[in-house]
């Protein structure tokens, strides 16, 4: 998969995604991630990319030219239309089923607000989506911008080391993941729970099951409406809420 970002911070950018697995799948070839620096295309000898709002009012607005420049730049080296997103507060909040739809695309592009925003001109002209990662306020776009990259590339084949085994990870089932253990086996006089040092595999697949339906149950009730749960599970739910168990 290839990933532009429209930036005034391309390093900032940088820094973070050539670490950890991300890093290692832009080293192995599997993601191509990109940057653009906006202010390469300022197109003016002080290099501004800002201005005031007309109407009046505070801070700066990130003017059209450039960005428009920028991503025409991108798509010299394009072999299609990329999917241009942008990360704003007032996106469709971003979430793992947008995740899993982004990450079935070839070629992305990021376009990271900063200041009071972008001149809004640029964004009807080449942005597809807009995406929010929730409901707070943050200096620029290019955190929403990593978040959405961390979260969609991971998802594409070959970045996680074995695809197949993070299906039954959290909000695939549309649960909240189990807790996990490791040594040591006691930790502050607590013990890892004994079934998890039985070795008896079946056991060990139902208590994590069981763990993650009481632990969505308790912190995120929310989730369960749309979660895939057994009949039987659904019965239990009911029954612990009634005998006020959870
Ligand atoms: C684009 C447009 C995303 C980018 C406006 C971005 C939160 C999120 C930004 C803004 C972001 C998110 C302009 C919004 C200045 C805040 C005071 C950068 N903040 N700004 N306002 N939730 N900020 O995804």
């Known amino acids: 998969m ?8 391309p390093e900032m950018m940088q ?32 290099n501004r990319v800002d201005d005031a ?15 428009y420049r920028a991503y025409q ?16 507060p007032q996106g469709r909040v971003f979430n793992q089923d947008i995740a899993k739809e982004l990450s079935q695309e070839k070629h992305l592009v990021f ?4 200041y009071e925003g972008v001149d809004e001109r640029v964004i009807e002209e080449i942005v597809d989506e807009e995406l929010s990662i929730g409901d707070y306020v943050l200096t620029g776009g290019e955190i929403p ?15 996680l080391p074995s695809a197949e085994a993070y299906s039954e990870e959290s909000l695939y089932n549309g649960l909240l993941e189990y807790p996990q253990y490791t040594r040591p086996p006691v930790f502050m006089n607590k013990e890892v729970p004994e079934v998890l040092l039985s070795g008896h595999h079946e056991n060990i ?6 763990q993650s339906v009481i632990r969505t149950c308790r912190k ?20 612990l809420l009634e005998e006020e168990k959870l």
């Open 205 to 210: 697949k139902a208590w994590r099951r069981a």
């Open 145 to 159: 911008a990593m978040a959405v990259i961390d979260a969609v590339a991971r998802l594409v084949p070959g970045v």
């Open 53 to 67: 709002p007309y109407g009046g009012g505070m801070g700066m607005v990130m003017q059209p030219e450039p960005i």
């Open 220 to 239: 995120r009730p929310e989730l369960l409406t749309d979660a895939d749960l057994t009949d039987e599970e659904q019965r239990l739910i009911k029954t």
């Open 15 to 46: 820094a973070v995604l050539t670490e950890s697995i991300i890093g290692r799948a832009v080293r192995n070839g599997i993601l191509d991630v990109r940057y653009t620096d906006i202010r390469d295309f300022a197109g003016n000898k002080h």
């Open 2 to 9: 290839r990933i532009d970002c429209l930036t005034l911070f």
């Open 73 to 88: 730049e991108v798509l010299k080296t394009a072999d299609e239309k990329p999917r241009v997103i942008y990360l704003s």
């Open 111 to 114: 376009l990271c607000g900063h």
